[in-house]
């Protein structure tokens, strides 16, 4: 039988202006990782269409962006210049979250080398990110295959503002956002969960802390998680503020992993963010994400 898929999105390649702190490099060196270990095979992520992105997003943001009549201002908060190079790949990024989430259907888990775009609100988006991949992939789950209820973990250590925002009131739904109290957002929004951290939390405190609240999660009985495995809380991260080592990172993939397989919900990973100094900490670390999750869910039958 042939290995599970992740899917990839760099073979849309987005050129950033030199010293731009978003580290686009990445995605091609996980893949490279991963190729390496010989686990996974890898397609490249559809492109997801429109009519599924709106939806979740104002149809008219969508449209603006996908046409590049969005305002300047729009695109200054979420912090890319416009092209469409990058049209296309945030349209790959959604498609492959959508990809995984039917692998995850098929085969118990599905992985996406990009995507945990939690920063997208429905009218715009914010820290780089454009639309909301998870919350697409969550209605449409609810459309198409009757699952209602999902819980999102999110480990990225900025708080999933966007995704918290558009399920607010949805009692469907649960957020579990774990970051760090003093770090981006600065204006927060509310998960149903919430754990918030302060400067320099190091790997025991954090895995602590972790334990305590993913019952919390298993509790509401969802019928399908994502998580949001984001490794900028690494202490070499630059834009990160928390302590952990490469260590607890894996130990955190690990703790989350073995729990969801243990509760049965069909799994699916995205990436989040990582922006360590040299760019190849970050790389190893999401590569370890995906190792872990390989295993705990072992070869295919």
């Known amino acids: 039988m042939n290995p599970p898929v992740l899917y990839y999105t760099d073979q849309h390649e987005v050129h950033l202006p030199d010293g731009h702190k978003f580290p686009m490099r990445k995605y091609r060196l996980v893949r490279d990782l991963l190729t390496a270990d010989g686990h996974f095979r890898f397609l490249p992520a559809p492109l997801a269409s429109t009519e599924i992105i709106e939806r979740v997003?104002?149809?008219?943001?969508?449209?603006?962006?996908?046409?590049?009549?969005?305002?300047?201002?729009?695109?200054?908060?979420?912090?890319?210049?416009?092209?469409?190079?990058?049209?296309?790949?945030?349209?790959?990024?959604?498609?492959?979250?959508?990809?995984?989430?039917?692998?995850?259907?098929?085969?118990?888990?599905?992985?996406?080398?990009?995507g945990g775009t939690h920063h997208a609100f429905r009218n715009e988006g914010s820290g780089f990110c454009v639309f909301n991949d998870i919350a697409v992939a969550i209605l449409d789950l609810r459309e198409k295959h009757g699952i209602e209820r999902a819980a999102v973990i999110d480990l990225d250590v900025h708080q999933g503002d966007g995704t918290a925002q558009i399920f607010e009131h949805d009692p469907n739904v649960l957020t579990l956002s774990m970051h760090g109290r003093h770090n981006f957002p600065f204006r927060k929004q509310h998960s149903r969960i919430d754990v918030e951290l302060e400067d320099?939390?190091?790997?025991?405190?954090?895995?602590?802390?972790?334990?305590?609240?993913?019952?919390?999660?298993?509790?509401?009985?969802?019928?399908?998680?994502?998580?949001?495995?984001?490794?900028?809380?690494?202490?070499?991260?630059?834009?990160?503020?928390?302590?952990?080592?490469?260590?607890?990172?894996?130990?955190?993939?690990?703790?989350?992993?073995?729990?969801?397989?243990?509760?049965?919900?069909?799994?699916?990973?995205?990436?989040?963010?990582?922006?360590?100094?040299?760019?190849?900490?970050?790389?190893?670390?999401?590569?370890?994400?995906?190792?872990?999750?390989?295993?705990?869910?072992?070869?295919?039958?």
């Not at 943001?61 to 009549?69: L, N």
């Not at 790959?92 to 085969?107: C, K, N």
């Not at 405190?205 to 305590?212: D, P, T």
């Not at 630059?238 to 690990?254: C, E, K, M």
């Open 200 to 301: 320099k939390t190091g790997d025991a405190e954090y895995l602590e802390r972790l334990e305590e609240v993913l019952p919390e999660v298993f509790a509401f009985r969802p019928g399908v998680i994502f998580y949001q495995s984001g490794v900028d809380a690494l202490a070499t991260d630059s834009l990160g503020r928390l302590s952990l080592t490469p260590a607890g990172i894996r130990q955190r993939d690990r703790t989350v992993i073995n729990a969801v397989r243990t509760h049965g919900a069909p799994f699916v990973v995205t990436l989040g963010g990582g922006y360590s100094t040299p760019i190849e900490l970050t790389a190893e670390a999401h590569a370890g994400t995906f190792r872990e999750l390989h295993s705990v869910y072992g070869p295919p039958n």
């Open 57 to 114: 997003h104002d149809p008219a943001y969508v449209q603006a962006f996908i046409s590049g009549e969005i305002s300047p201002s729009v695109m200054r908060r979420i912090g890319f210049p416009w092209s469409l190079e990058l049209v296309n790949r945030t349209l790959a990024s959604v498609g492959g979250t959508l990809a995984a989430t039917r692998h995850a259907l098929e085969r118990g888990f599905g992985g996406t080398l990009a």
